[in-house]
């Protein structure tokens, strides 16, 4: 059964910077896109960041230039680097995993972002 082990999140002042981890097992990691979703209380699961297989990554326009999606193939990690992190960025972030029509979630962590 494919697993993730999500860490990171937490409560940060606004202009502070977090980074999010998210560890894979029983996928072939490298093989797969991954993202990293978001949702607000009483609002849908956004997309926040994606990096493909190959590199290439995506950004939701609220979040280019202060957040960064990077992924380690040989740990089976994707990290969400977050600086300049606003209140609105308050949320439970998930990390996805995805390959065709196959889709994995993380359980999701809590970041707070308030003073």
């Known amino acids: 059964q494919v697993q993730f082990v999500e860490s990171g999140g937490g409560l940060v002042q606004p202009g502070g910077s977090l980074r999010l981890s998210c560890a894979a097992s029983?996928?072939?990691?490298?093989?797969?896109?991954m993202a990293w979703y978001r949702q607000a209380p009483g609002k849908s699961r956004d997309l926040v960041a994606g990096?493909?297989?190959?590199?290439?990554?995506r950004y939701t326009d609220s979040v280019k230039g202060r957040f960064t999606i990077s992924r380690d193939n040989a740990k089976n990690t994707v990290y969400l680097h977050m600086d300049s992190l606003k209140p609105e960025d308050t949320a439970v972030y998930y990390c996805?995993?995805?390959?065709?029509?196959?889709?994995?979630w993380g359980q999701g962590t809590q970041v707070t972002v308030s003073s």
């Open positions: 996805n995993a995805r390959l065709s029509l196959t889709s994995y």
């Open positions: 029983r996928i072939s990691f490298s093989l797969y896109d």
């Open positions: 990096i493909s297989s190959g590199g290439s990554t």
